[in-house]
């Protein structure tokens, strides 16, 4: 206790002296009849004002970089964009159905930072742009980020080679929280409805807690509106699977309230891929028509929000339901049979096996501002309810169908609760510091004739603290502290059929029984501490340089720690350990940047060391089990993780667009045996993107913003690999295409069409999920996107 106290006191109470003065922005704010507005809401990052009867304000202790800034006052259209702080800054804004005052003040291309974190800010347009198929596998061309798929629309990240439970996912501050163990299936998010994101390097645990152990990705969907009707209309298609979808982003604003609807429709067929055999268990099985069989799928995703805006008061409450029903290839599930692959000419029906998941959220937001300080309070609750649905099959004698739902192999229905508290407050002109209580609740149920994961029970309560200290214009420090307790109950699950089957086998009962006993009843409780430092110095006025070091903590999983059985999505038997302790891990992590010009560059080094990482090793010893091979124990072992990310982008007499980015990785276990110093599986190979852009008609009245281009894709060979993976060949794929905007008298329209792997090559994506069966990646791809913006 007496340790928490001094670092809440060296965190949050005690400021060193101060000597340095920072920026202020002031301003006046006036209706469309130049009368100024008194009262009217004003929010700069954790900084809060009203305008005084003159309309004016003033705030202070700003250092240099860009800021989100809004401006509420009922009755008028509120203002919601970027600023750009570089000096003492006077702003006017007229109240009004007008977006032209907003012009001015979006942030500029060569923003300094305000953080020591190593962080990418994504748009909505972004996304939309560059949407292929999945909001994961959207964020692949950026530094650093690759994705784990499986079949069309379905995957989830990658951060610096790091994913599933090592990668925290965040909507409007509340975790998603689903299966992330599995790799055969991804995030319960419609990328159509994320309106910003940002992307966390390296340290991220102390206000994220466990899982963020890789990095952070925090969508954020709280935007304020403008006034009156606003929105879009997308409507996609794309050759590869013959998807067609449909999405919906509504907004509307008046005076205090503001409310937003948003819903997705698609389904997918069959996709092609560039062959028509693979290799799976040494058997040949045929691909008809260089389609996969029972690939297709489809997705029906509904969002709600209801916002109330005050003086000093912002609340939200959001609504999500996000459902998919998708197809896995037969040839993947389970022992290998040409029968079951054969074309049954239907190219958009989802046979057996298939997943089906529905996700619902429901995330309550509430901020009060003060003068100097913010405090945060959200609640949050989410049911994921995940099934595999299978042909009943035996693997043994004695076993019988379910009454009901005899063909459903696995039932996984997880329910979460959060609550969160955070206040944050200006201590001085150049000290801020943060404090924030989380706590978490999940009850995982499980059914279904198969057996993979056990029922568990936990409890999380983390409790962090963070301190900023801007040293100087050029120097920002900043500080962070996190103390968690977590407890899970494991449920026992014996199968007295199988220990039947195996004593009429011959097995010994001891045997017998530990086979039979699918997972032991386990409790459990672990603490942890971390600790962040972090250096940001403005250099020179075009670079600017972070260092980051910290740790990060990941609390095993109950199929870490419980499970004994059957995999049948890696067809193997998976043997958990109940003493496992929490992934433990250590990053130093470093960002350079430079911009002048139409000139960007960063790179971006960094370092992992982690005491236990856990992993599944090959035991050396067959299970007895029917059809299940080798045991794969998890495991712990110290584990080292190393890389760089560059990123280059140049424009060119203001039309032609150049982006080149690059990612080398390396990793690999530190074990007492210098032989079994394997690289972490689901390792991204050494890889790149690069595209070159145009711009046509720039001041056309009907056509405008015309951009053409070409970009590549790149991975080396991946032949450092985990004791259960294949070594990876490299590849080159090329695509292209073009971007407008249509205006014809009320019409306009944005027009997105992109070819991906033109040449139709045939490649292989080391973190695919089908990566295993020798299945390429999906074959030549036309998608085209037609987005109608909604403005009254």
Do not use: C
Request: hydrophobic share 35%; charged share 20%.
């Amino acid at each position: 206790m007496k340790q928490f106290l001094f670092v809440f006191l060296f965190f949050f109470i005690i400021p060193p002296s101060s000597f340095s003065q920072d920026y202020y922005l002031e301003g006046e704010i006036k209706n469309s009849a130049a009368a100024p507005l008194e009262g009217a809401h004003i929010h700069v990052d954790n900084s809060f004002t009203l305008t005084n009867a003159g309309g004016y304000f003033r705030i202070g202790n700003l250092p240099r970089g860009s800021y989100r800034m809004t401006v509420t006052y009922l009755g008028y259209q509120s203002i919601d964009t970027l600023i750009t702080i570089g000096e003492d800054k006077k702003i006017f804004f007229t109240l009004k159905d007008d977006t032209s005052t907003l012009r001015e003040v979006l942030v500029k291309s060569n923003a300094r930072r305000t953080t020591s974190a190593n962080k990418e800010v994504v748009s909505q347009v972004y996304i939309q742009d560059r949407f292929s198929g999945s909001l994961a596998k959207t964020l692949e061309r950026l530094p650093g980020i690759n994705s784990v798929e499986i079949g069309a629309g379905t995957s989830k990240p990658i951060i610096r080679g790091l994913g599933f439970n090592r990668i925290a996912v965040s909507e409007n501050g509340i975790k998603q929280e689903g299966q992330q163990w599995g790799a055969d299936h991804g995030l319960e998010i419609d990328a159509f409805s994320v309106e910003n994101l940002e992307i966390i390097k390296g340290v991220g645990a102390i206000e994220h807690g466990s899982d963020a152990i890789g990095g952070v990705i925090k969508i954020i969907n709280d935007r304020i509106p403008r006034e009156g009707l606003t929105g879009e209309v997308i409507v996609l298609g794309k050759t590869v699977n013959n998807t067609v979808a449909a999405s919906t982003n509504l907004a509307y604003k008046k005076e205090n309230f503001f409310y937003k609807i948003k819903a997705t429709g698609s389904e997918f067929g069959d996709y092609s891929v560039p062959t028509n055999n693979i290799v799976y268990l040494s058997q040949n099985i045929p691909i008809f028509n260089e389609r996969l069989k029972n690939t297709a799928g489809k997705e029906v995703d509904l969002y709600g929000q209801v916002g109330y805006l005050a003086n000093n008061y912002k609340g939200t409450l959001s609504l999500s339901n996000v459902y998919f029903k998708g197809g896995f290839f037969p040839g993947a599930h389970g022992v290998p049979s040409i029968r079951r692959v054969q074309d049954d000419g239907d190219k958009r029906n989802i046979d057996y096996p298939f997943q089906r998941v529905n996700h619902f959220k429901a995330i309550s937001k509430n901020e009060w501002f003060f003068t100097g300080s913010t405090l945060d309070v959200t609640l949050g609750y989410q049911n994921n309810h995940r099934q595999e649905w299978s042909r009943f099959h035996t693997h043994y004698q004695g076993q019988t169908p379910p009454e009901k739902d005899p063909d459903l192999e696995l039932n996984f229905n997880l329910n979460t609760f959060d609550a969160q508290v955070k206040y944050s407050r200006a201590l001085s002109e150049t000290h801020s510091a943060s404090i924030g209580v989380q706590s978490q609740v999940q009850d995982n149920k499980l059914s279904g004739y198969n057996f993979l994961l056990p029922e568990y029970f936990r409890t999380t309560t983390g409790i962090y603290l963070t301190h900023e200290y801007r040293a100087s214009q050029k120097v920002t420090l900043n500080l962070g502290g996190r103390f968690d307790y977590s407890k899970i109950s494991i449920e026992e699950n014996y199968d007295p059929r199988l220990f039947e089957y195996l004593i009429n086998k011959g097995q010994e009962p001891s045997v017998a029984s530990g086979y039979a006993t699918r997972s032991s009843e386990i409790e459990r409780d672990f603490t942890n501490w971390n600790l962040m430092a972090g250096l940001l110095n403005n250099i020179y006025p075009n670079w600017d340089a972070s260092l980051n070091a910290g740790t990060s903590f990941r609390l095993p999983t109950a199929i870490e720690l419980g499970a004994n059985g059957i995999h049948h999505g890696s067809f193997r038997h998976e043997q958990g350990d109940p003493n496992l302790d929490p992934e433990k891990g250590y990053v130093v992590d470093a960002k350079l940047n430079y911009s002048k010009d139409g000139f960007k560059a960063s790179m971006s080094p960094y370092i992992y060391y982690f005491d236990n990482y856990i992993y599944l090793n090959p035991s050396g010893i067959f299970s007895v089990l029917p059809h299940s091979g080798q045991i794969y124990q998890f495991t712990q072992n110290a584990a080292v993780l190393t890389g760089v990310e560059v990123e280059v982008e140049k424009t060119f007499f203001g039309k032609l667009r150049t982006q080149a980015v690059f990612e080398y990785l390396y990793n690999r276990q530190v074990t007492a045996k210098r032989s079994g110093n394997y690289p972490l599986p689901f390792s991204p190979p050494v890889n790149g993107f690069g595209e070159v852009g145009y711009l046509l008609f720039e001041n056309s009245k009907s056509i405008n913003s015309t951009e053409i281009f070409a970009n590549t894709s790149f991975a080396l060979e991946q032949n450092r690999i985990a004791q259960t993976e294949e070594t990876t060949p490299g590849y080159q794929i090329f695509g292209a295409g073009f971007r407008t905007s249509l205006s014809f008298g009320n019409f306009k329209a944005d027009v997105n069409l992109q070819l991906t792997n033109i040449f139709n090559t045939k490649y292989f994506n080391h973190t695919n999920f089908y990566r295993a069966l020798e299945i390429p990646e999906m074959g030549r791809n036309i998608q085209l996107m037609l987005r109608i913006p909604i403005n009254k």
